[in-house]
């Protein structure tokens, strides 16, 4: 690996405009090219082949690392303006990803396109020294909202939208899914076998992002975090290694559930599938008058004990068109149905009701409902934090969320909402030693918050931002006065500048980087991939 190093730097001392890949190609590299590929030496004469090498530092070689990539997987590579370039950018869910411009994106059709297009980037950032246009991103369903988090500005975005693989083991007790899937490619097709995995809540919501960042479902009072329920990964690590990745491998298996995309690229999912069938679900609209009563149920459910496991609440506080309602969203997923449960008649009591949909149907139809709150093509944003259950506290988050929209409020298209989601024991201790989310019964019961807008000019990007971290910032504070902070960070809310990795604890972050260091000894995927929370 010196030898790589020295022969970049000199590339570089040498021509400082442009970084030119060393004609000897004799190179010490962790591992031979995966099979099926040309040899090194005749991939990186295509790459030198281009303008300006490997990776350059002017406008005038822009796309030669993508022209190793065109060389290695043919037309799986697109370049801007082509169909397959512009299908990608379209395909993400914030605007804020759909104008990212990548110099290339690559389109693999099976683990072994994968493997090559991660040999051939390791490879380029190894002998780059890891330069900006060589780095690169990973999109499964394309649903993180933030900049630069699966869509890589000026390097290359790797798209698994072609993984949707949905099968189902003989024994229907294994459903194998793809990364590129979204929830509501799958569940149909569960629905249908009257099966059912632990999931996204909303359809769009891409599968390998959802998963690898912990993943909170309908089911989780039964099952916990939906990546307790994930018993092997088919992972391609740096320089297109594929490994499966199970309790026969622990410390890579643990970094797993809830490390993101720190270690690799996962090209399916194997999870644990059970039967099921319709249960009662929907939506209820209420008028801000209702609030004392909604804080007061909220308390006796999530506090409940023991805690009702067949509930799942999204308790939300929604801003739009000049005023506040509350939206609440319950399933209860017991089989066969059982309609106005018990444990949500505190809520179903109260009126007046402004919409009502609560009624008897499938998974697939409950999470179409929620995505048509938040459609694709509007700039985005998520901020959140944990805190202990506290009726107080969650009034005062409230009240923050409000004052922290005035200076907002006006901006064009805007959406505003507050949700408060139950995290107790129930779940959070499902599985707390073979993941990585730090979480155990020790936190007793808590609250997952996410405050979320919805907007339509670039324009205000800057004051809405800052009024999610002053509601963060007066949030956290009312939870520190309460004496109910939680370090907890759920990674599929955060927000550029949280730290949901050292929310997993001190123990659990150090273990992530020494597997890190054990299976990416290069440090590829930490200083190649820097969409996401990096460890």
């Known amino acids: ?28 590299l962790p591992s031979s090219p995966p099979p099926g590929l040309p040899p090194l030496a005749e991939i990186l004469a295509k790459a030198r082949g281009a303008p300006g090498g490997a990776c350059v530092r002017s406008m005038s070689g822009r796309l030669s690392r993508c022209a190793a990539l065109s060389f290695v997987l043919g037309p799986k590579v697109g370049f801007p303006l082509s169909v397959n370039y512009i299908g990608t950018s379209a395909s993400f869910w914030s605007q804020q990803e759909q104008t990212v411009t990548p110099n290339c994106v690559v389109q693999p059709l099976s683990t072994r396109d994968v493997s090559a297009a991660i040999y051939v980037l390791s490879v380029v950032n190894n002998l780059t020294s890891f330069c900006n246009e060589c780095k690169f991103a990973i999109k499964g369903g394309g649903h993180t909202p933030q900049r630069g988090a699966a869509n890589q500005p000026g390097g290359v975005t790797i798209d698994l939208g072609a993984f949707k693989q949905v099968k189902v083991s003989p024994d229907r007790k294994i459903t194998s899914i793809g990364p590129g899937s979204r929830w509501g ?36 009072g039964r099952f916990g975090f939906v990546c307790d329920n994930v018993v092997n990964y088919e992972l391609v690590l740096p320089y297109g290694k594929v490994i499966n990745v199970n309790a026969s491998t622990p410390d890579l298996f643990k970094a797993l559930k809830g490390g993101s995309n720190n270690f690799g690229v996962v090209t399916r ?20 008058s209702t609030m004392p009563q909604h804080v007061s149920a909220f308390v006796g459910l999530a506090g409940a004990q023991p805690y009702d496991p067949f509930a799942a609440l999204i308790h939300s506080y929604g801003y739009t068109a000049g005023s506040w309602s509350i939206a609440n969203n319950y399933e209860y997923t017991k089989v066969p149905a059982q309609p106005y449960p018990p444990t949500f008649k505190p809520f179903t009591d109260i009126q007046p009701q ?3 949909t609560m009624r008897v149907s499938n998974l697939t139809d409950f999470t179409v409902e929620i995505a048509a709150t938040s459609p694709p093509g509007r ?31 006006l901006a064009l298209g805007l959406v505003y909402s507050l949700s408060y989601q139950p995290l107790p024991t129930e779940i959070t201790t499902k599985a707390s030693n073979t993941n990585s989310l730090g979480l155990d019964a020790s936190d007793g019961n808590l609250v997952l ?9 670039a324009t205000d990007d800057a004051a809405i931002t800052a009024a999610a971290n002053k509601w963060l910032a007066a949030a956290k504070a009312a939870a520190a006065k309460a004496g109910l902070v939680n370090e907890f960070v759920y990674l599929n809310y955060a927000a550029p500048g949280q730290d949901p990795i050292s929310g997993y604890g001190a123990a659990n972050k150090a273990n992530l980087r020494s597997v890190s260091q054990k299976y990416d000894p290069d440090q590829i995927f930490q200083k190649a991939v820097p969409g996401a929370f990096k460890l």
């Open 1 to 28: 690996m010196k030898l790589l190093q020295l022969q970049a730097s000199l590339a570089l001392a040498v021509l400082p405009f442009v970084l030119t890949l060393p004609q000897n190609i004799d190179l010490p």
């Open 185 to 220: 490619d799958i569940y149909p097709r569960l629905d249908a076998q009257n099966l059912a995995i632990p999931g996204g809540r909303v359809a769009p919501v891409g599968v390998g992002g959802l998963v690898t960042g912990g993943g909170v479902s309908f089911f989780s």
């Open 269 to 288: 999912f194997d999870m644990k599938s059970f039967d099921s069938g319709k249960f009662w679900g929907g939506f209820v609209v209420y008028p801000l």
């Open 354 to 356: 402004f919409l009502n």
């Open 379 to 409: 700039r985005q944003l998520f901020i959140t934090l944990t805190h202990g259950l506290s009726g107080p506290l969650i009034t005062q988050i409230f009240k923050a969320a409000d004052a922290a929209l005035q200076p907002i409020k």
């Open 449 to 457: 918050t996410l405050l979320g807008a919805q907007w339509t000019l």
